[in-house]
């Protein structure tokens, strides 16, 4: 069973093309250590739709809502990723970062 989240009000085609792109990279990185995890969209109409929903994922704007005033992602990454998983992960978003230039 999947679990989905209903939007509305917002623009499903650049959700699409989003989805589109995340997929494209996962077929791109395949081959290299990073896990990219695609999701369905479906549309129900030109501003509303389905967003299917990812067990043990969080939205940046959730982190964003949940942390410590004062803090930005940079340094709740820091934090949750403490010393070598920190390094990895920021390698990992270099190296993607390199790819798209």
């Known amino acids: 069973m999947k679990c989905f989240i209903a939007k509305a009000n917002d ?3 650049q959700e699409m093309f989003a989805l589109q792109l995340i997929k494209k990279f996962g077929e791109i990185f395949g081959k290299v250590d990073i896990f990219v995890k695609s ?3 479906i549309i129900t ?8 929903f ?3 994922s969080s939205s940046i704007d959730g982190i964003l809502k949940n942390i410590p005033k ?3 992602l940079n340094k709740f990454f820091r934090y949750y990723f403490k010393g070598d ?3 990895k ?3 990992k978003e270099i190296g993607v970062c390199a790819f798209l230039l």
């Open 11 to 13: 623009n499903m085609i």
């Open 39 to 41: 999701y369905e969209v």
């Open 45 to 52: 109409s030109e501003d509303s739709g389905l967003i299917e």
């Open 54 to 56: 990812l067990n043990n």
């Open 70 to 72: 004062g803090w930005d």
């Open 85 to 87: 998983k920190f390094k």
């Open 89 to 91: 992960a920021e390698l």
